[in-house]
């Protein structure tokens, strides 16, 4: 059997990411639905995900591999976060939370 992943503090971080972004990114425009919504959602959930997948895999090359993935939707996500913010989708204070959140995920995995 796998890792239990809820005990690993960095799916812990990346999960409440994932929460804090789909929340934020309610209130981007409506024609953004289908673009960088749609592109966030997806990276930030990426990250959470391969987490949980690696964490079930047997052998620790595996596992290592998921979550280098994991850091290619971190740096994503961070990438996304600032395109919001120079759209001016996301305030300045919604944007450093965010990104405090990112970089804590970050410095964990």
Same mark, same amino acid.
């Given at each position: 059997?796998?890792?239990?992943? !809820?005990?690993?503090?960095?799916?812990?971080?990346?999960?409440?990411?994932? /929460?804090?972004?789909?929340?934020?990114?309610?209130?981007?425009?409506?024609?953004?639905?289908?673009? /960088?919504?749609?592109?966030?959602?997806?990276?930030?959930?990426?990250?959470?995900?391969?987490?949980?997948?690696?964490?079930?895999?047997?052998?620790? !090359?595996?596992?290592?591999?998921?979550?280098? /993935?994991?850091?290619?939707? /971190?740096?994503?996500?961070?990438?996304?976060?600032?395109?919001? !913010?120079?759209?001016?989708?996301?305030?300045?204070?919604?944007?450093?939370?965010?990104?405090?959140?990112?970089?804590?995920?970050?410095?964990?995995?």
């Amino acid at each position: 059997m796998g890792r239990d992943f !809820k005990k690993i503090k960095a799916w812990q971080h990346a999960d409440d990411l994932a /929460i804090q972004v789909y929340r934020q990114t309610k209130s981007f425009p409506r024609e953004e639905l289908f673009g /960088i919504t749609s592109q966030l959602r997806r990276a930030v959930v990426s990250i959470p995900t391969n987490i949980v997948e690696g964490a079930n895999r047997e052998h620790k !090359k595996e596992y290592l591999h998921f979550l280098h /993935i994991a850091k290619g939707s /971190i740096a994503e996500t961070e990438y996304l976060l600032g395109l919001a !913010k120079r759209l001016e989708y996301l305030q300045d204070n919604e944007h450093e939370k965010l990104e405090d959140l990112r970089t804590e995920t970050a410095k964990t995995l």
